[in-house]
């Protein structure tokens, strides 16, 4: 089956060509890949929306289950987990890992594959998505470590007063795992494997945008872990997420997406007070540039931060204020750059801006620009807005009041505001009354201009960036965000301890000889050092 469009593909590198189509109409329930022979859609990428093609080129097709087949996913984990009991909670953690090792090496060998049906369904530069698959791949080789080094180490005999105990970190129960389309590999494993690692089991649900590619790892997940421990499903989320929530099975909702959509979910779980939630939800970074800051580094470091993969990215920089005395000079430098970015198909060269996933997204931006303009602002750059298709060129606002919708709501995608500020108390004003509260950045040379302010913000905001765009990595450092921008933390290690709990067993005098009894006979595996 090869491509069915017009789209002239022998201008695409060769590595870059995919062929044949990949058919999505699968799915993985209680570790057996099904095909689907019910209602599908078609997967059409933004790449050739600029040119003849209305709908793009296709790819494939994404099966469209129903609501029987999401409660069985969330049936087989729950045999799978079997209430601590299961198979896979009651491995020891090396036995898990050997799995995971063993999915691992499978996901290797799809790379080019992966990458390159990434780049097509959600046009991200082809560097940026071979860039996702190593550092994902890192992400887990570094949890593999963690967990053999520190949480199996930490297993440890103690005392207090006059009880002796033993401790381990143990799993949640049933995880819907559901991850966002600008990284469907990283951010949905950022969730999917500490859990796994933890002895939880976990039903996925893929990205609209990003879903084919997922469909590769199918088999994969089916040879490397026992029945029903992964389970991946795909449709219209009101016709299967809502029964997988309702249901009650859930014990763990991992969600990167949106504050509304986390909020229905979670109200539609029978029992919300045990549900345990970990979330990524939006941001509105902002950088703070001072009167006696480097303005070329400032505005390229801002500039990068807020367009990298067309500003589609949570850590990026969504908001600017510019103290009043540079804020002229700052504006014509960043827009001077903004006219300089390559905006072009993923695979082209130096390609920063490409085409959007959706048009409801050049419809947002649109409407945003229109708006700040009609209040006052003007854009700043030469080439901006709407191109062909779903292409938009980088658009800089300024100046920006907080009248404008952009300076308040998560544009998420190629438009920057920047606002002018005269005192520090306004920016100290501005991030109180902000719903987010993820990271910030800060500009300036002189220790004594900031020292006040980034006492004050680090209250407000879960990383400050000094003269550097805000971003996540290295995935070693905690990632998560204050107010509506996260819960649960998200990085090496700290993951690990977001998806399980701490469990002890503990004597008094009258259980110790029990207690010392089962320590040394060694059979039980929690209780083994």
Request: proline share 6%; aromatic share 8%.
């Amino acid at each position: 089956m090869s491509i069915k469009t017009d789209f002239d593909m022998m201008a695409v590198p060769e590595h870059c060509r995919i062929e044949p189509v990949i058919d999505g109409s699968c799915y993985l329930i209680g570790g057996k890949v099904a095909s689907w022979s019910g209602d599908s859609d078609g997967v059409y990428s933004p790449i050739g929306k600029t040119s003849s093609l209305s709908q793009g080129v296709y790819l494939g097709a994404s099966a469209q289950l129903g609501p029987d087949e999401a409660r069985q996913a969330v049936i087989a984990a729950q045999r799978a987990y079997g209430g601590g009991a299961g198979q896979w909670p009651q491995m020891t953690p090396s036995e898990r890992i050997t799995a995971m090792r063993l999915f691992i090496d499978r996901l290797v060998g799809l790379k080019q594959r992966f990458v390159s049906m990434e780049m097509w369904e959600i046009a991200k530069p082809y560097p940026a998505c071979q860039d996702e698959f190593e550092r994902t791949v890192k992400y887990v080789e570094a949890s593999i470590s963690f967990l053999k080094d520190n949480l199996n180490s930490s297993a440890r005999l103690s005392r207090s007063g006059d009880y002796i105990s033993i401790l381990r970190r143990t799993p949640l129960g049933v995880c819907l795992c559901m991850g966002p389309f600008n990284y469907p590999l990283n951010e949905t494993f950022a969730m999917l494997i500490p859990a796994l690692l933890m002895g939880n089991t976990a039903v996925v649900k893929p990205p609209r945008f990003g879903y084919l590619c997922t469909m590769m790892l199918l088999d994969a997940f089916a040879d490397a872990f026992p029945p029903g421990v992964v389970n991946v499903i795909n449709g219209n989320g009101a016709t299967i997420i809502d029964p997988v929530m309702s249901s009650g099975g859930i014990d763990v909702l991992a969600f990167i997406g949106s504050t509304p959509v986390a909020s229905q979910l979670i109200k539609l779980h029978p029992a919300p007070h045990r549900l345990t939630t970990v979330l990524g939800l939006e941001a509105k970074n902002a950088a703070f540039v001072f009167a006696d800051a480097d303005l070329e580094l400032a505005a390229a470091e801002c500039l990068a931060g807020a367009m990298e993969y067309n500003g589609q990215r949570c850590t990026a920089i969504k908001q600017i204020w510019v103290h009043r005395k540079v804020a002229d000079r700052f504006v014509e430098i960043i827009s001077e750059k903004a006219d300089t970015l390559v905006c072009a198909m993923p695979w082209e060269d130096g390609a920063v801006i490409t085409p959007l996933p959706a048009e409801d997204r050049v419809e947002w931006l649109q409407e945003l620009m229109e708006d700040a303009v009609a209040r006052g602002a003007a854009v700043s750059n030469r080439r901006y807005g709407h191109g062909e298709g779903t292409m938009w060129y980088p658009t800089i606002l300024y100046p920006v009041n907080l009248e404008m919708k952009v300076a308040y709501v998560e544009q998420f995608g190629p438009i920057l505001p920047v606002a002018v500020f005269d005192d520090q108390a306004e920016l100290v004003e501005y991030m109180q009354r902000s719903r987010y509260g993820q990271q910030a950045s800060i500009f300036c040379q002189n220790p004594h201009t900031c020292v006040r302010f980034i006492d004050v913000l680090s209250n407000m905001v879960a990383r400050i960036n000094l003269n550097a765009q805000c971003r996540r990595s290295p995935d070693e450092l905690p990632f998560t965000g204050r107010k509506d921008s996260a819960e649960g933390i998200l990085s090496v290690g700290e993951a690990l301890k977001t998806f399980s709990l701490p469990s002890l067993v503990a004597a008094n005098a009258n259980g110790q000889d029990l207690f010392w009894d089962l320590f040394k006979n060694g059979q039980s595996q929690f209780m083994h050092l």
